[in-house]
């Protein structure tokens, strides 16, 4: 069987990666130029097709965000050009990959054996780690949030399960992954959930690829655990795989110390366990995976699909040129969500400017208006106390039986209200006069004056 180094590029000529595989398989790539988080602009996948029904699949980086500080998560509406379908609750790395195994499969799946993926990630840790922390990089610059990585997890894993067609029929796939996942803090600034360094048990070499923990005859013994679970003369049961599956039974075989005699056994207190990846205190926590890989076929093929598989796996490269065009969508998106920013910030200044300027307005209308009502109660006031003065004036008046005059000096003068006229003469002396006027001559020659009632 020949195999080759081919090309997957898309319909319209855009070359996503490159990986060994058969030349009688019939291969295919898509290109989803959806965004899928706010750091994958786009999502890729890659098939190859062959006879007796054996496919093999890779599918691009996807990445979600289970954002825990509750400042953060309530400012998250106000982000622009927000990805809403990336933020999610944390899974489990194991339930994380079922989930996509099962919906790129169809069908339900039961895990039955994991080891090691001999990816290109896999077989290098520190390009994993670096990874990680370009992504958190990329999201700190994006949100414009500090971000610390507190403790990570990067790990190339492949699980072995089992499934049937709708033909009834028994399938293998074999579904891997390079995980990525990273347990953060944004360093105290908006409170809330703050990072217990305490908590922080589970470090790199811990959490890390098993490759650098492994000697050859670990990975021999290993290896053909994983091939007795795959010709059915051993299967794991669901403590093995909650307990590190193939791997950490055969590493506890080795470990399990020879028992001592009951005599001998010593009590100790329990320790407790700490919390594991994604379960401690963190602001927030950022988990998928760089790539994924499948391959699916009929149990009875499954010995001539796994080298196949195998090789595909190693061998795949994205293309330099997507990758570029990934980081690309990625600035752009940052400078667009900048730009969209500074417009919100100088509308919002434009509307406290104008919130201001309405702000003086009404005070100047309500100090005016309050200025025409105290002048209005201050008019009315005067009128009042005049028109209170006058009636007081005329009932002292009428109770002393006068009529109050204005002589020409300005001075009021009381006359009795018998006189019905009264005068002045040239000295100031004022008379009343009871009865007719009398004769204009003789008033000129007394030189009286008649004066006016007030």
């Known amino acids: 069987m020949d195999t080759g180094r081919k090309i997957f590029q898309t319909s319209n000529g855009t070359a996503i990666a490159t990986a060994v595989v058969p030349d009688d398989f019939e291969i295919q790539a898509v290109l989803d130029q959806n965004w899928q988080s706010e750091t994958v602009p786009f ?71 994991k080891t090691e993926l001999p990816s290109l990630m896999g077989t290098n840790p520190d390009s994993a780690l670096s990874l990680l922390q370009n992504e958190v990089e990329r999201f700190s610059v994006l949100m ?36 990525l996942g990273a347990e953060i803090s944004y360093g105290g600034l908006y409170g809330g959930l703050s990072f217990d360094n305490k908590c922080l048990i589970a470090t790199k070499e811990k959490l890390g690829s098993l490759i650098n923990k492994t000697t050859g005859a670990d990975l021999s013994r290993i290896g053909n655990a994983f091939s007795d679970v795959i010709k059915g003369k051993e299967k794991l049961s669901m403590d093995d795989l909650m307990h590190g599956g193939l791997i950490g039974k055969a590493m506890r075989k080795k470990k399990e110390p020879t028992p001592e005699p009951v005599s001998q056994v010593k009590e100790e207190p329990l320790k407790e366990e700490p919390a594991g990846f994604g379960h401690r205190k963190a602001d927030q926590v950022t988990f998928g995976s760089y790539l994924r890989y499948y391959c699916v076929c ?38 667009q969500s900048r730009q969209i920013a500074a417009q919100n910030q100088n509308l919002a200044m434009q509307k406290q400017m104008q919130l201001q300027q ?81 004769d204009q001559d003789i008033l000129n020659k007394l030189n009286w004056t008649e004066l006016k009632k007030k």
């Open 43 to 113: 999502t890729a996948h890659i098939k190859a097709s062959g006879r007796d029904g054996i496919i093999l699949i890779a599918d691009s980086k996807q990445i979600y965000h289970d954002i825990r500080n509750m400042v953060v998560k309530g400012l998250l509406a106000f982000v622009p050009m927000m990805v809403k379908n990336s933020y999610q609750s944390y899974i489990e790395p194991e339930a994380y990959l079922k989930q996509q195994a099962e919906e790129m499969f169809g069908y339900p799946l039961e895990a039955v054996a």
């Open 298 to 335: 009929l149990k009875e093929n499954e010995a001539e699909a796994t080298p196949l598989f195998l090789n595909f796996v190693r061998s795949i490269e994205t293309d330099p040129s997507l990758l570029q065009a990934e980081g690309n969508a990625v600035n752009q998106k940052i400078t």
């Open 144 to 179: 414009e949030l500090p971000c610390e990585i507190k403790d990570h997890l990067c790990e190339s894993v492949l699980y072995r399960m089992e499934g049937k067609l709708a033909n009834g029929k028994d399938a293998v796939v074999l579904a891997g992954m390079d995980y």
């Open 358 to 438: 309405m702000q003086r307005k009404t005070s100047q209308m309500i100090a005016d208006n309050a200025r025409h009502a105290s002048d209005g109660l201050m008019d009315s006031w005067n009128k009042k106390m005049a028109s209170d003065s006058r009636i007081s004036q005329a009932r002292s008046e009428a109770i002393r039986g006068v009529d109050v005059y204005q002589n020409s000096y300005g001075q009021n003068v009381d006359v009795s209200v018998s006189a019905d006229h009264v005068y002045q003469n040239q000295y100031g002396d004022v008379y009343g006069v009871s009865g007719n006027a009398p």
